[in-house]
């Protein structure tokens, strides 16, 4: 029985409704149940959420011109998953066009990842330990603000944040 090209892309639109209802109602779960939880922030704007005011604002230019770089980057990776969701519904299946997108998405995510590390590694050279402490706080509060968290060995490390 062969499938016709309208069937092939009612099944795919099906599965992608699925898997993407199937992800929000897990972010909805998790936020509902947590009241502090927050998506993966987009940028390091995070690392300065806890600091005060004034180091903030001296870091604002940098995270700017941090952002300026990134963002590109992001919209490579987005247009290269846009590439291979429109490769995976066209019939018929191109699997060598498929597999350059995928390459191209996993290098942009490469890329994505070097800079974007090499962005936390400046910014947290420019900040004192405390700071640094601080501003790791907000990522181990996202996980679970009520407990401390250990590492493998089971020893604890970093604090919880302080509740607001």
Known sequence: MKATRRQVITIVLIISLGLNLLIIGGIAARALSRPDFRPVPPNLSWAVRNLD???????????EEYGDVIRPLRGDMFRAQRQINQLITEDPMNKEAIADAFDRLR?????????????????FEMLTPEQRVQAMSFMHGRRNPNDLRRDR??????RPREPR
């Open 53 to 63: 005011e004034q180091t903030a604002q001296q870091l604002r230019p940098v995270l």
């Open 153 to 158: 060995d089971g020893d604890e490390h970093i």
């Open 107 to 123: 290098q942009a995510g490469l890329q994505y990842q070097e800079i974007s590390h090499r962005q936390t590694i400046s910014l």
